[in-house]
């Protein structure tokens, strides 16, 4: 049995089995927005991370398309996931806090969702949405105009 090669350490370790490359992540850094003094206006700190979904091989196709679904809105037109880090004043924290958000995600879509098990009502169940409806029409009935009735 080979031996698994050790992760370098830029890898993202998801779990025991599952370590994306560092190929498949890049990262860029530009000026944050909000509060910081003069900071905010020379220093870069806000990280934006891109993992490379479409690309990626250290998925299953299963595992992607879950992936996807739980991004949304943060995948790209070239298929590739960014997460936006800014609350840190430091890049380097907001690296970590980038990576550690991609691995959350990454952990979500590695569980696979449980089957649903069609269950049918039960004969109480029924037999109160039934009472429910009729004391309903009651009450609308008893909306109708009044007859007149002759004296």
Same mark, same amino acid.
Do not use: C, Y
């Given at each position: $049995?080979? #031996?698994?090669?050790?992760?370098?350490?830029?890898?993202?370790?998801?779990?025991?089995?599952? %370590?994306?490359?560092?190929?498949?992540? =890049?990262? =860029? #850094? =530009?000026?944050?927005?909000?509060?910081?003094?003069?900071?905010?206006?020379?220093?870069? +700190?806000?990280?934006?991370?891109?993992?490379?979904?479409?690309? %990626?091989?250290?998925? +299953?196709? %299963?595992?992607?398309?879950?992936?996807?679904?739980?991004?949304?809105?943060?995948?790209? #037109?070239?298929?590739?996931? $960014?997460?936006?880090?800014?609350?840190? &004043?430091?890049?380097?924290?907001?690296?970590?806090? #980038?990576?550690?958000?991609?691995?959350?995600?990454?952990?979500?879509?590695?569980?696979?969702?449980?089957?649903?098990?069609? +269950?049918?009502? %039960?004969?109480?169940?029924?037999?109160?949405?039934?009472?429910?409806?009729?004391?309903?029409?009651?009450?609308?009935?008893? &909306?109708?105009?009044? =007859?007149? +009735?002759?004296?």
């Amino acid at each position: $049995m080979p #031996a698994e090669p050790p992760a370098r350490s830029n890898d993202l370790i998801i779990n025991d089995r599952v %370590t994306i490359p560092a190929g498949d992540l =890049s990262w =860029s #850094a =530009s000026r944050a927005s909000g509060p910081g003094g003069q900071n905010v206006n020379k220093v870069a +700190t806000k990280v934006t991370l891109r993992f490379d979904l479409h690309g %990626t091989e250290a998925l +299953t196709r %299963t595992q992607k398309a879950r992936l996807r679904k739980l991004a949304g809105k943060r995948i790209d #037109a070239q298929g590739s996931l $960014m997460i936006n880090a800014q609350a840190e &004043r430091s890049q380097r924290q907001n690296l970590e806090r #980038a990576r550690d958000g991609l691995r959350k995600l990454i952990r979500k879509a590695l569980v696979p969702p449980k089957p649903r098990v069609a +269950t049918r009502p %039960t004969r109480a169940s029924k037999r109160r949405r039934l009472d429910d409806k009729r004391r309903r029409g009651d009450q609308k009935k008893s &909306r109708d105009k009044v =007859s007149e +009735t002759e004296d």
